[in-house]
C-alpha cells in the first residue's frame, strides 16, 4: 500500500509540474518555416524574439477561456497534493481521500475544457503560419489530461483501504 501512494504521489508531482510547463511555455502550435521556428502559445508568439500573440476580437474570449481554465487547473492539481498529505494524516481509514480524488476530478475537468476550446478554436488558424503542428505543451496539457483522471479515480478507489 505504501509503494502504492508513493507511486500516485510521484505522478502527482509529475503531472503539476508538466501543468505548470504546459501552461508556461509558449509552444503550443508551432510551424517551421525558411526563416526559423515559429511557435505560439497560450500567452506569446516567438520566432527569435517574444511577442504578444496577435488574437482577432472574435478569438480573444476563447484565448482567456483556455488561458483561465489552465491555470484553474494548476491551482486545483496543488490543492489536492496538500489535501492528500493533510488526509494522509489526519483522517482515519475509509474516510481518506474523497477530497483529494473529488478536487482531482475537477482538475481534470479544467484541463479538458480548455485544451478543447484551444484544439476547437486556434488549431491550425494562427496568423503567419502555413504548416502549422502542435508543440510539446499541447502534447503535455493531454498527457497531463490523462494523468489528472487516472489520479482522481485511483484517490477515490484507495479510500475504501
Not at 501543468?19 to 510551424?31: G, Q
Not at 508568439?45 to 483556455?66: F, G, H, I
Request: charged share 10%.
Amino acid at each position: 500500500m505504501l509503494v502504492l501512494l508513493a507511486g500516485i504521489v510521484v505522478v502527482h508531482i509529475a503531472t503539476v509540474i508538466m501543468l505548470f510547463v504546459s501552461t508556461i511555455a509558449n509552444v503550443w502550435m508551432v510551424n517551421p518555416s525558411s526563416s526559423g521556428t515559429i511557435s505560439s502559445g497560450l500567452w506569446l508568439m516567438c520566432n527569435k524574439t517574444c511577442s504578444q500573440l496577435p488574437v482577432s476580437s472574435r478569438d480573444e474570449a476563447s484565448l482567456k477561456a483556455v488561458q483561465a481554465f489552465m491555470i484553474l487547473s494548476i491551482i486545483f492539481s496543488v490543492m489536492a497534493l496538500i489535501l492528500f498529505i493533510i488526509q494522509l494524516f489526519t483522517l482515519e481509514k475509509g474516510k481518506r481521500f474523497y477530497m483529494t480524488g473529488a478536487v482531482m476530478l475537477v482538475c481534470w475537468m479544467c484541463i479538458l475544457i480548455a485544451v478543447s476550446i484551444y484544439t476547437a478554436r486556434f488549431t491550425g488558424k494562427r496568423p503567419y503560419f502555413t504548416n502549422p503542428h502542435h508543440g510539446y505543451c499541447f502534447i503535455l496539457a493531454w498527457i497531463c489530461f490523462c494523468f489528472s483522471f487516472i489520479i482522481g479515480i485511483l484517490y477515490l478507489v484507495l479510500r475504501k483501504k
